[in-house]
């Protein structure tokens, strides 16, 4: 299908663990976005990714690492998860005319 | 720096009245790029427009209309007729000379029938 995927939807993980959001777009668009949404806090952008191989840090970056080896797929990974790291996460990319086309969004609990 | 702001946490109408969001932005940039997103109570983010710095021209598409003023740095969204299925979270967001859109606050809209 065309458009942009995030696996998985939902996600319970215990305080320590790694656990990776996947993120994959079907248009070929250059720039991708990671953002939490957070009740008070709106959404705030963790990471975003220029092209392959060209990452750079957003608003609240720490406590996360991206990768993006291939211009469909941009992942993100929470290295040893915190509870404050609770919320949803959307990625995006983005077209040539600034629009940014948001996947559906992961849950993750951190316990 | 730039900021969005959305003032109005939240919105409730009767069906088919008239609804209007407020958005507020500041930028000290002379090109900007102005959006509207729409997230339904199922979660997912919708992009509903984007309009350029340089054209203040209104917009309507259906039942939404939105007013871009320069003069006065907002860009407000009309439903009109609103309906049940306009209840959702409608956020406004900024993008200026580098990568990052910065998102309002967002109101909250619930359309009683």
């Known amino acids: 299908d065309a458009g942009i995927t995030q696996s998985p939807r939902y996600k319970i993980t215990e305080t320590g663990r790694q656990v990776t959001l996947m993120c994959h777009q079907t248009?070929?668009?250059?720039?991708m976005f990671w953002y939490r949404q957070d009740l008070g806090h709106g959404l705030r952008l963790i990471y975003y990714?220029?092209?392959?191989?060209?990452?750079d840090k957003g608003e609240v970056p720490d406590g996360y690492v991206v990768s993006r080896s291939k211009t469909e797929n941009f992942p993100l990974t929470l290295e040893s998860a915190t509870r404050s790291q609770t919320s949803v996460y959307f990625c995006?990319?983005?077209?040539?005319?600034?629009?940014?086309?948001f996947g559906p969004g992961t849950r993750l609990t951190v316990t | 720096a730039q900021k969005v702001t959305q003032a109005q946490t939240e919105i409730s109408v009767v069906e088919k009245e008239d609804v209007t969001l407020d958005c507020v932005y500041e930028?000290?940039?002379?090109?900007?790029?102005l959006f509207w997103y729409k997230q339904p109570p199922s979660g997912e983010l919708v992009f509903l427009i984007r309009?350029?710095?340089?054209?203040?021209q209104n917009e309507i598409s259906g039942r939404y209309s939105w007013n871009f003023q320069k003069s006065t740095s907002s860009f407000n969204f009309t439903i009109t007729a609103s309906q049940v299925v306009d209840s959702a979270v409608y956020f406004c967001?900024?993008?200026?000379?580098?990568?990052?859109?910065?998102f309002g606050a967002g109101t909250t809209v619930t359309v009683r029938a």
């Open positions: 995006a990319s983005r077209t040539d005319t600034y629009e940014q086309y």
């Open positions: 248009w070929s668009h250059s720039y």
């Open positions: 990714s220029a092209a392959a191989d060209i990452t």
């Open positions: 930028t000290r940039d002379t090109t900007y790029y």
């Open positions: 309009r350029n710095s340089f054209d203040e």
């Open positions: 967001a900024l993008r200026s000379n580098d990568y990052k859109l910065s």
